[in-house]
């Protein structure tokens, strides 16, 4: 990857972590899940948002690699390019 | 006086003994960096929750994870977390003491926790609401039937063993919910407010809120959880350091007993080879 190109890629702070265990937490391009509503990214410049999440397989792309962590359930914060996802106990 | 070889028999027997106070005491001793290290990382975890929780709370008080439709019972919860088995000592005795004092039927339902402290509530027939097993394991503890529990009530005390040092454990008692505002001092303040204005909630704003406070307090139950078997390793630490030193000085008795016969086997060999000598000589 160039260097422009690498200036290009926008990414925001990824955190997953449990009470007892961070599973994440790099810079990522991208992180999905699923809630409620149904399946979601949240990009780089995202809205402010707090949601649950439904037992699902969160994806985090960050552009060399996606990684897939299988969850029973969770909250996820967004804000300020920040996710934090904090899974159940 | 002893053969030599029960001297030696027993001198084996004791290093066997040496040898496995020596691997529970360093398994004790794992297990309690173990649990500080996960007590340390959830409490980073409930700050983290709490500095969010504070800043979109709708309601100064907190609600318990309880939804409007929840009946309340008038009467207080009493929880109490004793060792399963053996080993602990005399504090669960003290533990249990403790809690009977402002244990009255009327006004408290009793949840007891470890095998030990029921065993002693039916030795005193005290009647409890439920049993729960303490867990084997020290990761992953589910504390959601306990929540449930705690919904019901309009407060909970938690009585449970605490670590004070390696050598000194303890026995406390907490509220609840003054427990959880306790742990919340350590978070950070926070004045921003989270609303609907400024944030896009799913699914609601009392759904998150909710979701919370049930978070909070089932790592508020683990934590009381984690703090008891902590200071049950700790007195399993502290016995099997106590059967190890005792397993030691018996070894240097044993060495010291083996040296005496060896020398008392010795001198008797001496004296035959002395006596044989003085025969042939006399019968020379």
């Given at each position: 990857m160039s260097k422009d190109n690498k200036e290009a890629v926008k990414t925001l702070k990824v955190k997953v972590a449990?009470?007892?265990?961070?599973y994440f937490d790099e810079p990522a391009i991208s992180i999905s899940g699923v809630n409620k509503t149904g399946p979601f990214d949240v990009l780089e410049g995202h809205?402010?948002?707090?949601?649950?999440?439904?037992?699902?397989?969160?994806?985090?792309?960050?552009?060399?690699?996606?990684?897939?962590?299988?969850?029973?359930?969770?909250l996820m914060h967004v804000k300020s390019d920040m996710a934090a996802v904090f899974l159940d106990v | 006086?002893?053969?030599?070889?029960?001297?030696?028999?027993?001198?084996?027997?004791?290093?066997?003994?040496?040898?496995?106070?020596?691997?529970?005491?360093?398994?004790?001793?794992?297990?309690?960096?173990?649990?500080?290290?996960?007590?340390?990382?959830?409490?980073?975890?409930?700050?983290?929750?709490?500095?969010?929780?504070?800043?979109?709370?709708?309601?100064?008080?907190?609600?318990?994870g309880r939804d409007h439709?929840?009946?309340?019972?008038?009467?207080?919860?009493?929880?109490?977390?004793?060792?399963?088995?053996?080993?602990?000592?005399?504090?669960?005795q003290k533990l249990i003491n403790w809690m009977l004092k402002s244990y009255n039927t009327e006004k408290h339902d009793l949840v007891i926790i470890g095998h030990h402290g029921a065993l002693q509530l039916t030795q005193a027939s005290v009647p409890f609401k439920r049993y729960f097993k303490l867990p084997q394991h020290d990761n992953n503890i589910n504390v959601l039937p306990l929540v449930n529990l705690v919904k019901q009530y309009k407060s909970t005390t938690v009585f449970y063993q605490t670590y004070v040092t390696l050598m000194v454990q303890d026995?406390?008692?907490?509220?609840?919910?003054?427990a959880?505002?306790?742990?919340?001092?350590?978070?950070?303040?926070?004045?921003?407010?989270?609303?609907?204005?400024?944030?896009?909630?799913?699914?609601?704003?009392?759904s998150v809120v909710s979701h919370m406070e049930n978070t909070m307090m089932e790592i508020?139950?683990?934590?009381?959880?984690?703090?008891?078997?902590?200071?049950?390793?700790?007195?399993?630490?502290?016995?099997?350091?106590?059967?190890?030193?005792?397993?030691?000085?018996?070894?240097q008795d044993l060495k010291w007993d083996y040296n005496r016969t060896r020398r008392y086997i010795s001198d008797e060999r001496l004296k035959e080879v002395v006596n044989s000598i003085d025969k042939v000589e006399l019968n020379a």
């Open positions: 449990s009470p007892y265990r961070t809205h402010n948002f707090i949601t649950l999440l439904e037992p699902c397989e969160l994806v985090i792309r960050t552009g060399s690699e996606e990684r897939r962590i299988r969850i029973n359930g969770g | 006086m002893k053969q030599l070889t029960e001297v030696v028999e027993e001198q084996d027997a004791m290093q066997s003994v040496v040898g496995l106070t020596n691997v529970f005491q360093g398994l004790a001793s794992m297990r309690i960096s173990q649990i500080k290290d996960q007590v340390l990382s959830s409490q980073r975890f409930f700050n983290e929750l709490w500095a969010i929780y504070s800043q979109i709370r709708v309601s100064k008080r907190f609600g318990y439709n929840d009946q309340v019972n008038d009467k207080e919860l009493i929880i109490a977390i004793t060792a399963e088995g053996g080993f602990s000592g005399d504090i669960d026995i406390k008692k907490i509220e609840l919910k003054g959880i505002e306790e742990a919340s001092k350590k978070a950070r303040d926070n004045n921003m407010i989270i609303s609907e204005e400024n944030y896009i909630f799913e699914p609601s704003t009392e508020t139950l683990t934590q009381t959880i984690l703090d008891s078997k902590l200071a049950q390793y700790a007195s399993r630490f502290r016995s099997m350091r106590s059967a190890n030193d005792k397993a030691s000085e018996m070894m």
